[in-house]
């Protein structure tokens, strides 16, 4: 069985500050990471994936994330937030068969 | 650039009606997916369809749910009878690679 855990309902930053959502995973295998964001009454979109090679994924909109096999973790991260990037961050894992975090709501703040 | 897209975008039914929620997913992708976000939970995958069979399903698709790809563009999800606790946001998929890519959602209100 697999999960993806994301710790944290909600994370509050100012405008210009580091922004980071944090996910932990559990998987059988090789872990196929995803991070997803929804604006409201929106689909889920596609940020950025983690499939094999280098540890630190770069995706749209400026953000990025870090796999780190032994803490089992794939934080999203971004090094300077906007108020444009307040929405619903999922963390899923899995290709065939995505199982999501519950996801974490981001408020940046002008 | 090719989307998801779904119909209607919001759906209200009574309890114990049969509803039909619409997707057409992008034209060359061969993997395609039913999920669900009760409001305030996470998404939670439903179904999925490969060589118009399903290829692996969750235990919410019970009985009641069905697939049906009826062409070669539109992918469709029965419920044969609605209950109260069906309402949620149902999003279709479709999967290129390892990528998936969501419709909008069609927000289903059963009362």
């Known amino acids: 069985a697999q999960s993806v855990a994301q710790p944290e309902d909600q994370v509050n930053v100012a405008e210009g500050n580091p922004l980071t959502v944090k996910c932990t995973y559990s998987v059988s295998g090789n872990p196929y990471l995803f991070w997803y964001v929804q604006y409201p009454n929106r689909g889920l979109q596609f940020l950025l994936k983690y499939i094999t090679g280098d540890n630190l994924v770069k995706g749209s909109y400026g953000f990025e994330a870090e796999f780190n096999k032994s803490q089992t973790s794939f934080h999203l991260k971004k090094p300077s937030a906007l108020v444009s990037d307040s929405a619903l961050y999922f963390c899923a894992a899995n290709d065939y068969k995505l199982s999501f975090g519950a996801g974490t709501t981001v408020t940046v703040r002008a | 650039e090719p989307e998801v897209t779904q119909t209607p975008s919001h759906q209200v039914t009574q309890m114990g009606q049969e509803v039909i929620l619409r997707c057409v997913p992008i034209?060359?992708?061969?993997?395609f997916y039913w999920y669900r976000q009760i409001l305030g939970q996470k998404v939670e995958f439903l179904v999925s369809?490969?060589?118009?069979?399903?290829?692996?399903k969750s235990e919410i698709f019970d009985d009641q749910f069905s697939v049906e790809r009826p062409d070669g563009s539109n992918f469709t999800l029965k419920i044969r009878s609605t209950k109260l606790e069906d309402s949620a946001m149902y999003f279709c998929?479709?999967?290129?690679?390892?990528?998936?890519?969501f419709g909008p959602g069609t927000r289903l209100t059963v009362t």
């Open positions: 998929a479709s999967r290129w690679g390892h990528e998936q890519y």
């Open positions: 369809f490969y060589n118009n069979e399903i290829s692996e």
């Open positions: 034209s060359n992708h061969l993997y």
